[in-house]
């Protein structure tokens, strides 16, 4: 089961992370010159398993080999690099390609066994030979025993030297060369337990301003800090929080009010945040309310009990700018997924299925209707599949091409050559 996906910055390679603690990397094929409409499609590049079960003897707990989060680091040369964390251990890894060996050892036969001295009467030059490629991936660094709670984000930072990780009361500031220590600089974690009243839920560093990152919580808000302020940032810069309409207050606000996925745009100046039923854009420079929200899934308002009562409102969805952050992309359930354009304020609804998915197949726009006349292909919210979600999504940097994990199959779409999105 898919629990995370997330392209390189190039959109090259894109990584996806499962519940076995398995890591497959894709790369995309270049494009054909005979066939110039055939782009180039992702094919398997290299899996390996990044995390193993472990067991917390001191606290009886066992640690699950999930994989919570991918993040790619800024290629430097020729190797790539990512960082991939489970609740609480974070490892780098190096992925090298290799397609030449020496070969022509003085001391060494062709099995790799020493030869005996007595027996070497020349010497010889080793030289390099072609051979199969082959994808290497070693890890690096380990970055254990800086978290008490499960981490559920990572970030790194636009300074490419340090990287940030987050759990439910503490974010964490480390150094990609520094595995023994950590910064704390964010730590919500009252003197009392039972004074608790939120969590953090997500948190990001800003794209250009590498004393900048922002965290959402689960009662709806997201804090902006400065690390230039203080070392410790308990104390935000802003705070982003929309005031609850006494109209619509019922005993699930808090949930769906929660905050479970916060990206800043690649211009670095909106917040695309995520909440049960809707997805958010906050402007940096307003902080009373959002300039733009969009109705994910409002058709499951009349939903929220059942929901309750299956776990399904707690479910964590993800969401994604497109690379000139004028869409914005999240998933729902039934294997649907939501697209808003920002500019002409249209939106579509696209299922993301093997029946539908064949290639080079134009996928249908949906409607979900609720009671009343149907239309020949709307489907009911009452036959809505809950076990079907969308929840981790991601969006090319520079194209319009999106991953989509639906539970084990990882979608890959792109738009239509010489079209529009919709």
């Known amino acids: 089961i898919i629990s995370t996906v997330e392209f390189n910055h190039t959109g090259e390679l894109l990584a996806t992370g499962d519940k076995g603690g398995r890591v497959v990397i894709f790369q995309r094929e270049p494009e054909s010159k005979n066939e110039p409409y055939n782009q180039g499609e992702y094919n398997v590049y290299s899996t390996f398993q990044s995390h193993e079960p472990e067991f917390d003897y001191l606290k009886s707990l066992e640690i699950e080999e999930k994989i919570n989060k991918i993040k790619w680091l800024p290629q430097q040369n020729a190797a790539h690099s990512l960082l991939s964390t489970n609740d609480k251990t974070i490892k780098l890894w190096k992925i090298t390609e290799r397609d030449k060996r020496p070969e022509g ?12 001295l007595s027996t070497v009467t020349s ?42 990780s987050a759990d439910d009361l503490r974010i964490n500031l480390w150094h990609l060369a520094i595995t023994d220590r950590s910064f704390n600089i964010v730590d919500i974690k009252p003197a009392n337990m039972e004074d608790l009243t939120e ?13 900048l990152f922002v965290y959402s919580s689960s009662k ?66 307003m902080e009373t309310k959002p300039v733009e929200t969009y109705q994910v899934h409002d058709y499951l308002r009349s939903k929220l009990c059942s929901l309750y009562e299956n776990d399904c409102i707690f479910d964590k969805f993800e969401c994604a700018w ?45 409607r979900v209707c609720v009671g009343g006349k149907r239309r020949k292909d709307d489907i009911s ?19 319009n091409i999106i991953a989509i994990a639906a539970t084990n199959n990882l979608y890959i779409f792109q738009d239509k050559v010489n079209s529009e999105m919709h």
């Not at 050892?105 to 005996?116: A, F, I, P, S, V």
């Not at 970055?143 to 636009?158: C, D, E, K, L």
């Not at 919210?381 to 194209?399: G, M, N, Q, R």
């Open 105 to 116: 050892y003085n001391l060494k036969d062709e099995e790799g066994k020493l030869k005996d």
């Open 199 to 211: 969590v953090i839920t997500a948190s990001e560093f800003h794209p250009h301003h590498c004393n």
């Open 220 to 285: 709806g808000s997201l804090r902006l800090c400065d690390m230039r302020a203080s070392a410790l940032c308990d104390k935000h810069s802003k705070l982003y929080e929309e005031p609850e309409d006494p109209s619509n207050r019922s005993f699930f606000s808090e949930i769906i009010s929660s905050v479970s996925d916060v990206k800043f745009s690649h211009s670095g100046r909106y917040m695309l945040t995520r909440d049960y039923l809707t997805v958010k854009v906050w402007d940096l420079n």
């Open 381 to 399: 919210v009452d036959s809505l599949d809950f076990t079907k979600k969308i929840l981790h999504t991601a969006w090319h940097p520079t194209e």
């Open 123 to 164: 010497l010889q030059v080793p030289v390099l030979k072609p051979m199969d490629l082959m994808v290497e991936v070693t890890p690096r660094r380990i970055f254990a025993n800086g978290h008490t709670y499960h981490v559920n984000s990572i970030s790194v930072n636009s300074d490419c030297e340090t990287y940030m």
């Open 322 to 366: 497109n690379g000139s952050d004028s869409v914005i992309m999240t998933g729902a359930y039934n294997n649907f997924f939501r697209m808003f354009d920002r500019n002409t304020k249209r939106d579509v609804t696209l299922e993301a299925s093997r029946e539908s998915s064949k290639p080079r197949a134009i996928l249908k726009p949906r």
